[in-house]
């Protein structure tokens, strides 16, 4: 079974501060994992996602994330908070690429 | 990067009416799409995946006789919310995929649906 774990509904950081948002999965093969940002009242963009292709995965807007088979993480991170960051985040696995579980998303709050 | 889109992003309905959302793959073709509920400030709901020109797969708990969808072509799949009523106000999300297995799912930008 499918699933995924987003630790803290609600992140706060200061503007110019590192962003982490931690995202936990389950998956009983290796996994697709994705990172999608929702701003209020419109959908999900794709910020970025792991194939089985370099661990370390670049996605837009500065962000990042770590797929560590070990810990099954797959960390969101950005070296420095924007104000236009605000948003929710979520987290999302499949296995075979159809199914998407998300997790219960991140609200990421920029303190100016 | 693949474009999806939603019409209507908001519609008011009597209870009792029933309601149909367009979403369109703009620039790719969609094999499979999927359609989401999002109730306010929790995560997606799955609901259904329709594969074009078969019928839809419907996750356990999803009524197939109230939320009815087709996917006539490879780019448009419909949801008709059928005599709706105030509980099934909520956000309503489509994703569209593309052939690879390894393709991502991209997001419409969603339906606001408000059932007095």
């Known amino acids: 079974a499918q699933s995924v774990t987003q630790l803290g509904s609600h992140v706060s950081v200061s503007e110019g501060a590192l962003v982490l948002l931690r995202c936990n999965y389950s998956s009983s093969v290796p996994p697709y994992l994705f990172w999608y940002v929702q701003y209020p009242n419109q959908g999900l963009q794709l910020l970025l996602k792991?194939?089985?292709?370099?661990?370390l995965v670049k996605g837009i807007n500065g962000f990042e994330a770590e797929f560590k088979k070990s810990e099954t993480s797959f960390h969101l991170t950005k070296p420095s908070a924007h104000m236009s960051d605000a948003a929710e985040y979520f987290c999302?696995?499949?296995?075979?690429?159809?199914?998407?579980?998300f997790g219960t998303g991140t609200s990421l709050t920029v303190i100016p | 990067g693949a474009v999806v889109s939603q019409h209507p992003s908001r519609v008011i309905c009597k209870s009792g009416t029933s309601v149909k959302i367009e979403c369109r793959s703009l620039d790719f073709q969609a094999t499979t799409m999927f359609w989401y509920r999002q109730f306010p400030k929790q995560s997606l709901m799955l609901m259904a995946t329709?594969?074009?020109?078969?019928?839809?797969?419907?996750e356990q708990g999803v009524e197939k006789d109230k939320f009815l969808i087709n996917h006539a072509s490879l780019t448009l799949s419909t949801l008709t919310v059928t005599s709706a009523h105030p509980e099934d106000s909520s956000f309503y999300i489509c994703?569209?995929?593309?052939?690879?297995?390894?393709?991502?799912?991209?997001f419409g930008p969603g339906t606001r649906l408000t059932v007095l």
């Open positions: 329709s594969n074009e020109g078969s019928k839809a797969t419907y």
């Open positions: 999302a696995v499949s296995e075979t690429g159809n199914q998407f579980y």
């Open positions: 792991y194939t089985s292709a370099a661990t």
């Open positions: 994703s569209a995929r593309g052939q690879g297995a390894s393709d991502t799912q991209y």
